[in-house]
């Protein structure tokens, strides 16, 4: 009886956290020039079990974020992705390229070009093509991820080169900042790399992602031209490892 009442109010928290973070998106979304469409919110659902996951499908979400490779892969069978569409955000192993390549609709976390070559390879492979967006060290953090800033269109001028892989856009996770105004310079800088490239009209590029914004920031990630943020505690509660 508890356990059945507490999936019933996570059910309800779900539900209730997804429309004021709409709503925020919204009122953000217009505050820079927008409508609420034009961003894409995207449910962070790593650590989150998929009676959770399909909840919030239920409740309209239609795309998802996963980190692991391993842990998507175990739970994929069990959500409802014929309504929803689902990402991989996390760092990327080359060696498990080939087991996530075709099974999701975009890799947000391309941050090298070994990786890069090695997505290609799997999809040649297997005839596929396959969406990736550029991880972008925006902080030059040493503890991150992620492309270094100077490197960026270096490195995308060499995965145009290569077949199967379709560049839509770029990703980044600022560091953690003391003040706002040093967000809004990340976030910022972001935005501008993002307009740079698209403004060139390089071939076999569409610039259409700029995929910034988490659960503390995404307000402030959509006032400086995200156009997806990737939301997970937020909706879901506190993560439980
Ligand atoms: C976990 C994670 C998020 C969501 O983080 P929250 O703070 O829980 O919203 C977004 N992006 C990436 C890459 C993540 O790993």
Redesign the pocket.
């Known amino acids: 009886m508890t356990e059945k009442l507490s999936v019933e109010k996570r059910f309800s928290d779900i539900s209730y956290n997804l429309e004021v973070i709409k709503s925020n998106i919204s009122s953000a979304a217009k505050e820079s020039g927008r409508k609420a469409e034009d961003i894409t919110l995207m449910a962070?659902t790593?650590t989150v079990e998929p009676i959770f996951i399909n909840h919030a499908i239920d409740c309209g979400i239609d795309l998802i974020?996963e980190?692991k490779v391993q842990e998507f892969l175990s739970k994929e069978e069990y959500l409802k992705l014929d309504k929803c569409k689902a990402h991989l955000?996390?760092h990327l192993q080359t060696n498990k390229v080939k087991q996530i390549v075709g099974k999701v609709e975009m890799i947000q976390?391309v941050d090298s070009l070994k990786l890069a070559n090695e997505i290609s390879k799997q999809c040649v492979k297997q005839n596929i093509s396959c969406k990736c967006l550029l991880e972008v060290n925006i902080g030059e953090e040493e503890s991150k991820t992620g492309i270094s800033y100077d490197k960026t269109m270096f490195l995308l001028e060499e995965i145009l080169k290569l077949e199967g892989i379709k560049v839509c856009g770029l990703m980044t996770?600022p560091p953690i900042c003391d003040s706002e105004k040093e967000l809004f310079e990340y976030f910022n800088k972001m935005h501008d790399l993002f307009i740079d490239i698209k403004r060139q009209n390089i071939d076999n590029i569409d610039m259409s992602v700029l995929s910034m914004g988490?659960?503390?920031d995404y307000k402030e990630a959509i006032l400086c031209g995200s156009n997806m943020v990737?939301?997970?505690?937020?909706i879901f509660g506190p993560?439980l490892y």
């Open positions: 962070v790593k974020g980190n955000i996390g976390s996770i988490m659960s503390g990737r939301v997970g505690s937020s993560r």
